[in-house]
């Protein structure tokens, strides 16, 4: 493929279309992507994030990260009325489960309700809103209505969300560390041209 290149590249017809403006401006542009990223490349390799930058922020993180995770059923209905009376059956005390099963038109209604473990941020937010004032083992006391019906909601049980091991997130955190010092520069470098 490369003699290829060379051959045809070579041809007086391809000497000729090389002074054409157009294609001489193809050419220019080719050549300043190739140089735009061989800087790129050795500007990473010669700026490459710190095991300190890459620890601090994996601890930015971790500080941000959902502190709670939530174990919990819901009964999904469509109305407002379908979701009080089953929520009156509850505080009469009907099984949550059993409830669910028979009644709820969301994909989990099989299996009970079981929506497992989820942090807040996964759950839209009247849905994790509800789930967060609850404690362990009690169901919401009035209707919670998503754009997908009205919830009667189970908090089953909470747990502390553990961050994930520095190792497994350090690859991700470099590349993002040294894309924005890259990013850095070039925003630098813009303003000063700028100027």
Known sequence: ELTKIYLVSSLPRAVELRANPRTKAQLE???RAILFNAFANDFLEKNAA???EIFDVYEEQVAIAPPIEFKARHILVETQSEAMAL????????DFIALAKEHST????????DLGWFTAQSMVKPFSDAVALLEDGAFTPSPVQTQFGWHVILREDSRESAPPPLESVRDVIKQRVEQQKFQDFISDLTSKAQE
């Open 50 to 52: 710190t095991d300190q």
């Open 106 to 113: 969301g994909p989990s209604g099989p299996s009970g309700g």
């Open 87 to 94: 929520i009156e059956s509850l505080q009469g005390g009907a």
């Open 29 to 31: 542009l080719q050549e």
